[in-house]
């Protein structure tokens, strides 16, 4: 297709008539600034080819012109199609027509509308204004202003008219509606076998699953049988057992061994008890015999005692005449020890007499001294005790002491503070007559110039005058005061009266000779602590015992000096006579432990000697109580004959043992236990088979009446067909799965075939503005998905607003091409597509533009005519096209 | 005076037949009962002297006393003597089934052989010289002491056992429970009856397996039998009359496909079948090549007869589907469905593949996937 010329009339801003005539071949720029109505021009455009003629409401608004609700828009387009000249008129309410031109026949309104849409292949809305979904490929083509960098979105019948061109050029790859519905089918039947993530499910997993829970119930039922048949042979092994031991008849074999044993040991008991029998004898005449030697052994041993004795007698009688020559020695000793100590305490009594005069004498001496010396003190101390006592009774007949002039003064003071309140209150009055008027108070005339000390509520009358009446006090109560004056000097008086002073003068003259005669009584007292603080009676007590103790004493009073001396002396005779009896007690101590040591020497060997005779003594009788019975000659006898009757006993114990050992006791025994032991284990393991195999025959019964064999039959019957479905499902799983992955293997490869074509187209096209770039096209969509830059995929929609814009249109131009190449070339309308290119990637789209150009029409609207003026092509200027006079 | 006893074996009750889809199974169980009452009938009917069930009355020892009474009932059609001998399937096991059905209390003519003695019979015209199994498997020769065995002046002497005759029978045989192929000589027995083979087959000098009489197995070897066995007195041979009494007959069938064509082969065999045919248990081994428009018809024809049969098992193990240029194209002859399947073709011709036979599958599948798509196309 080619469009040469476009008429537009009344349609939308285009309230002037707008002529572009002359329209390229191959590239035209219509060039018009903005607010022109470029982009009317190719709504114009779409309008006239894609609206119905008849369209109405809202649509049909947008149409009509600003403010010219009225006018009919129109648009003529004049175009070859398939090489033949074609005229297209179409008139919009309110003249809706349509006419068409095309090869030689002309069309009218909806005929026209329907051969449009043949040619154009393009399916049309229900109603309204078409939109881009509506206008078949040409939607991909005819770029409306501010779209160009969207991606490609191709509507139904774009792809279609794509795929069909496509379909042209590489065959039927995509199988036809027969491919998609057996793809379908292929699908259904799979989604049969598998879910949408590839795992079993139908058929099959329902037989895996049946053969699952049966394979388990065979499990069971086997093992219910297999006990059944393992017990049925268990019966089978107990019966066998029963049968052999009825006929080997082994319980009566066993019961006559035993009884063959039991004799034999009866046997043996009898022997048994001669032995016992026999051995008693043994025992007796042992015990006889080892008497007869015991009897023996005593005597002999009782006479060799006796012998022994007698020999430690004569021992003890030497050892006892030593002892006692010993004490005798020691006793003499002793008794020098003992006057030798007499002597010497004697001289010691001596010596401490000496000693005794010679203290007298020095005490005596002492106490004359401190005599004299107690005597002047008690002389001094008496006189200050006199002087005391006569101050303290002088003091006390004054009377007044301190406390009682404290008390004294107190009283007077109070008696004065009375006087003073109550004269401050009482009222002073002196009548002084000009001439004789008389005052009378109470009817008695008051004395002129005679003070008058009222205390109370006084009425003078006054001659010539009246009365006046005197209230003292100014308020205050100067009868209470009075009283308290009063009282206060009563009390006063009565202190007074008690210590007998005629006034308070007198008390205090008396209370300061009271004062003197006390600071006297006090100096003295002070004196005599001085000279005998332990008291004046202590000292009398001194000197009275000092001189009795004097007249006891009695004697002579010596020169102190030779008396010491003297007393020194005898005290050291006296401490040697002490030592000197010390020694001599020490000496006779001694003495006295050897003499109690030789007289227990003495005792005890004395002891000794008589406890051995007596021993003797009484051994000697008992030998000859002993004989008396049996001398020494019967004992020899008894012991030979008892010890030849024991040796007999013996020899015959020995024969009858060996004949108990000759019949073997232990076999016996040993045949009689296995004996019993085989007959018991025969019955046991008799009653155990007998009570297995009523248990065995009853569970056996019971368990066979279950029909076990039958159900495990039954059970492997069913598994049997059950894995052949099994088989059968799953072989037909993996055919459908098999069949299914190759269809969609071939159909991806086809598809990938499919498209090829077109990135071969695009790519001389992406060279042009960016080299080593690929394009990735969805298969289904034939969207631009991605790109490959340097070998990364880029995301369309995570490039910048210029690229996009540009691989866009550059994608539109490689697909006009292809459909240029394999049928009706289609138009290729720009709005305003590349004004986000910088000056470099504008001059090379200006070069893909060129290259498109050369095998279909370009028409390019812009506001920029100077960006295209490098393609040289020619220029409609929309403002010079006003007025239906555009030309090229 | 001649005696005639009925020789049958092998009727294996209670076996459950459940690897049949459906209600197959329940039938195929019922129909063992149906013959025994059409063995009791015939008895009745031909008036012989006693029935001799040669082991393997059971198919198991642990049946369910439902099933031990069902059999009783069943055997009520025969009043003379039944004698029922233990085999390998139901062995005299101690308390097991033949206890079991002693104490039942059942009918006094039916007669349990579970011990090694001479049964006198008829008046004893007969004696029955049993050789009952007491466990599964028997090394020894349990029918030895019959060489011994007394029986009274003018009796005919019957051997009655259950195993497999050495070095006669024609198969692999089992080799426990063996029964000496010249026991009838050894013994002097008139006739030996046996079972466990399950098809009749006289084995030896008056020597015979009667074979089940209701058929378990596809295997041909001519069972649904009983023998009538007429002896004419002691040292006489005896006469053998077999007659048919299964309810079911089950068939092996082997066929070859080459072609598509070979179908109509197919369809003929099976339509060969005497009827009626819902008592044919079919088991179908096909071999051989086919298209896959073959196996799709094929399919459908089996789909046909698995209605009309009592059951019809098919193994196409051996047969290979093998998409013919006519089959891929009838898919699509171009686009990525094509090349899937010719991916998937090259797949399947490939030994090396180890999903080769997946392939086949899934073209298979394919195919008939397809042509339901293109079923539904207007």
New interface residues.
């Given amino acids: 297709m080619k469009i040469s010329r476009i008429d537009i009339r009344n349609f939308r801003k285009l309230r002037q008539p707008v002529t572009l005539n002359g329209l390229d071949g191959g590239i035209t720029v219509i060039a018009g600034d903005n607010e022109d109505g470029k982009s009317t021009i190719v709504k114009a455009v779409q309008a006239a080819f894609f609206d119905r003629h008849s369209l109405m409401g809202e649509k049909l608004d947008d149409m009509q012109p600003y403010g010219a609700a009225g006018a009919a828009p129109k648009v003529d387009v004049a175009f070859t199609f398939e090489g033949k000249p074609c005229k297209l008129a179409k008139s919009f309410r309110p003249q809706a027509s349509a006419t068409l031109d095309a090869g030689g026949k002309s069309l009218e309104n909806d005929a026209v509308e329907e051969r449009l849409r043949e040619m154009l292949r393009f399916t049309p809305p229900g109603k309204g204004a078409a939109k881009a979904d509506n206008r078949g490929m040409w939607s991909l083509f005819w770029v409306e202003q501010g779209t160009a960098f969207d991606p490609l979105q191709l509507n139904d019948d774009a792809r279609k008219t794509l795929d069909e061109t496509l379909q042209s050029q590489v ?6 509606k ?2 998609t ?6 699908e259904e ?1 799979h989604g049969k076998h598998f879910t949408a993530q590839g795992r079993e499910r139908g058929q099959a997993k329902t037989l895996r699953d049946q053969a699952e829970t049966l394979a388990g119930k065979i499990s069971a039922a086997r093992a219910e ?1 297999k006990r ?1 048949e393992d017990q ?2 268990s ?2 092994r107990i ?1 066998a057992r029963i049968a052999a031991r009825t006929r080997a008849n082994d319980e009566a074999k066993y019961a006559d061994a035993v009884k063959i044993a039991r004799v034999k040991l009866t046997e043996i008991e009898t022997l048994r008890r001669r032995v016992e029998k026999a051995a008693y004898d043994l025992k007796n005449a042992r015990n006889v015999a080892d008497n007869a030697k015991l009897r023996w052994d005593q005597r002999h041993e009782k006479a060799k005692a006796v012998a022994a004795m007698r020999h430690q007698i004569a021992e003890a009688e030497t050892i006892a005449e030593a002892a006692r020559n010993e004490f005798v020695a020691t006793e003499k000793r002793h008794n020098d020890a003992v006057a030798l100590e007499n002597q010497a305490e004697a001289e010691l009594k001596t010596a401490e007499r000496t000693v005794t005069g010679a203290r007298a004498a020095v005490e005596r001496g002492r106490l004359a001294t401190r005599l004299s010396e107690t005597k002047a003190k008690l002389t001094r101390a008496e006189a200050a005790a006199a002087a005391m006592t006569g101050a303290k009774a002088e003091a006390s007949a004054v009377g007044i002491d301190d406390e009682t002039w404290k008390r004294l003064d107190s009283a007077a003071r109070r008696a004065e503070k009375a006087r003073l309140q109550f004269e401050g209150a009482a009222a002073a009055i002196v009548f002084q007559p000009e001439k004789t008027q008389r005052v009378r108070r109470d009817g008695s005339p008051v004395p002129a110039g005679t003070l008058i000390v009222l205390t109370g509520t006084a009425l003078f009358a006054l001659d010539g005058f009246g009365a006046v009446e005197v209230r003292p006090g100014g308020g205050e109560d100067v009868a209470e005061l009075r009283k308290a004056h009063e009282k206060a000097v009563q009390t006063l008086a009565k202190e007074l009266a008690k210590i007998n002073a005629t006034d308070l003068d007198d008390a205090a003259r008396r209370h300061a000779r009271w004062q003197e005669l006390t600071r006297i009584a006090a100096d003295q007292g002070a004196k005599l602590d001085g000279i005998a603080p332990d008291g004046i009676e202590l000292l009398r007590a001194a000197v009275a015992q000092d001189e009795a103790r004097l007249v006891a004493i009695g004697g002579e009073t010596g020169d102190p000096d030779m008396l010491d001396a003297a007393l020194a002396e005898a005290e050291t005779a006296y401490e040697r006579r002490q030592s000197a009896v010390a020694a001599a007690r020490k000496n006779r101590g001694k003495v006295e432990d050897a003499l109690r040591e030789a007289g227990n020497a003495r005792v005890k060997a004395e002891t000794s000697l008589g406890e051995r005779r007596g021993a003797e003594d009484r051994a000697v009788r008992e030998i000859e109580a002993d004989r008396t019975l049996a001398d020494d000659a019967t004992l020899d006898r008894i012991l030979v004959e008892t010890g030849r009757e024991a040796d007999a006993a013996a020899a015959r114990l020995d024969t009858e043992h060996a004949a108990l050992n000759r019949a073997d006791p232990e076999a016996a025994y040993l045949a009689l236990e296995n004996a019993e032991s085989a007959l018991n284990r025969i019955k046991e393991d008799a009653r155990k088979d007998e009570d297995a ?1 009523i248990g ?3 569970e ?2 019971a ?8 159900q ?7 598994q ?2 059950l894995s ?1 479905a099994l088989a059968a499902a799953e ?2 799983a ?3 799965r ?2 299914r992955d ?2 969609n ?3 991806k ?2 598809r990938e075939n499919f498209t090829g074509p077109v990135r071969e187209r695009i790519r001389p096209y992406l060279k042009l503005l960016f080299p080593e770039t690929e394009i990735g096209i969805d298969d289904e969509s034939f969207a631009i998905a991605h790109l490959h830059r340097a070998g990364e995929p880029e995301k369309f929609e995570a490039l910048s607003l210029g690229t996009r814009e540009q691989i866009a249109v550059l994608v539109r131009l490689a697909f006009a091409e292809y459909i240029a190449d394999h049928g009706e070339p289609p138009v290729v309308i720009l709005d305003d597509a590349l004004v986000n290119a910088d000056p470099g990637r504008m001059q090379r789209m200006l070069l893909a533009l060129r290259k498109a150009s050369q095998k279909v029409q370009i028409i390019v609207l812009t506001c920029n005519e100077a960006d295209y003026a490098p393609l040289g092509a020619p220029v409609i200027r929309l403002a010079e096209s006003q007025g239906g006079a555009g030309a090229a | 005076m001649a005696v005639t006893i009925l020789h049958t074996a092998d009727w294996q009750i209670g076996k459950p037949f459940n690897d049949f889809e459906g209600d197959t199974g329940a039938a195929l169980r019922e129909a063992r009962f149906e013959t025994v009452k059409r063995i009791a009938a015939l008895a009745t009917e031909r008036k012989v002297d006693a029935v001799l069930v040669a082991g393997d009355v059971f198919d198991t020892p642990a049946v369910k006393d439902a099933t031990l009474h069902r059999l009783i009932g069943a055997l009520g059609g025969f009043t003379g003597p039944w004698v029922l001998l233990p085999g390998n399937h139901d062995a005299a096991q101690p308390a097991g089934i033949w206890d079991r059905l002693a104490q039942s209390k059942p009918p006094a003519n039916i007669k349990i052989a579970a011990n090694a003695e001479p049964l006198l019979l008829v008046g004893e015209r007969l004696a029955v010289l049993p050789a009952p199994l007491t466990r599964r498997h028997e090394v020894a020769d349990l029918s030895e002491w019959w060489d011994g065995a007394q029986t009274p002046p003018g009796t005919v002497r019957v051997g009655l056992a259950h195993g497999s005759v050495t070095e006669r029978l024609p198969e692999a045989a089992e080799a426990p429970n063996p029964i000496a192929h010249d026991r009838a000589d050894r013994a002097r027995l008139d006739y030996l009856a046996l079972g466990d083979w399950h098809g009749t087959i006289e084995i030896a000098p008056r020597t015979w397996y009667a074979g089940t009489p209701e058929p378990d197995r596809h295997k041909e070897n001519d069972p649904g039998n009983v023998l009538i066995v007429t002896l004419d007195g002691p040292g006489a041979p005896p006469r053998i009359d077999r007659v048919p009494v299964s309810g079911h007959t089950w068939h092996r069938i082997e066929h070859r496909l080459a072609d598509e064509a070979d179908l109509a082969g197919l369809e003929a065999v099976l339509g060969g079948l005497p009827a009626p045919h819902d008592k044919r248990v079919v088991s179908l081994i096909l071999e051989g090549t086919i298209s896959l428009a073959g196996w799709h018809r094929l399919d459908t024809m089996l789909e046909r007869w698995r209605g009309r049969l009592r059951a019809l098992r098919d193994d196409r193990a051996a047969l290979r589907p093998e998409p013919t240029a006519d089959d891929l194209d009838g898919i699509d002859q171009q686009g990525f469905v094509r090349e899937a399947i010719d991916a998937l073709k090259r797949r399947a011709d490939d030994p090396a593949d180890p999903e080769a036979a997946t392939a086949r599958d899934a073209l298979r599948l394919v195919y008939s996937l397809h042509h339901g798509t293109e079923a539904d196309r207007p």
Avoid: P, W
């Fill in positions: 065959g039927k790859v995509l199988g036809g027969r491919g519905k057996l793809l379908a089918a292929v039947r049988l059944f049925s042979e019966l089978a019966e195999r065995l025959q009853s056996l019964r368990l066979g009446a279950q029909g076990l064999g039958e495990v039959m039954q059970f492997e019957g069913e049997s067909r052949a072989r037909e993996k055919a459908i098999l069949l190759t269809l293997a071939k159909q490869e086809a």
